[in-house]
């Protein structure tokens, strides 16, 4: 309890860990991983330099500063997360529907499984079509 404290305390006006200290700690851990397989050099300095940084940015006080940087970092991402994120749901819906394309507008239709042939008719152009559900 006393330790926990004491870091409590040490942390205490320190910025701490967020999006950007995540990644930067995830590619050098990746890079030293790369390191073991490879003879490049650049993957060892490139796995410390990760990870110095990442500390440093825990333990700034420069609070402000360090939030610039995330939300930098958070604009540049945002396509690609959010990317991510609906591959992420698709993966989730295929458990219980089916998704597909209409054949004339390409729109994506979400069917619940289990209901055996079915007639489908696109919400946006009207067309319909029959698939398995």
């Known amino acids: ?3 926990k404290e004491k870091l409590m305390r040490f942390m205490y006006g320190r910025y701490g860990v967020d999006s950007l200290g995540k990644c930067l700690l995830g590619i050098g851990i990746a890079a030293a991983v790369v390191t073991w397989f490879s ?4 993957f060892p300095l490139l796995s410390w330099a990760c990870i110095i940084y990442t500390y440093f940015r825990m333990f ?25 994120a609906r591959q992420k749901n698709m993966l989730i819906q295929r458990k219980t529907h089916h998704i ?14 289990g209901k055996g042939r079915i007639e489908i008719r696109c919400p946006k152009c ?3 079509f029959i698939k398995n559900s």
């Open 60 to 84: 700034s006080k420069n609070i402000y500063k360090r939030s610039a940087e995330n939300q930098a970092y958070l604009r540049k991402t945002y396509k690609l997360r959010c990317f991510f």
């Open 39 to 42: 003879d490049a050099r650049i």
């Open 126 to 128: 009207g067309t319909t």
């Open 1 to 3: 309890m006393i330790l």
């Open 100 to 113: 597909y394309k209409c054949p004339s507008c390409k729109q994506k239709i979400r069917i619940p499984r």
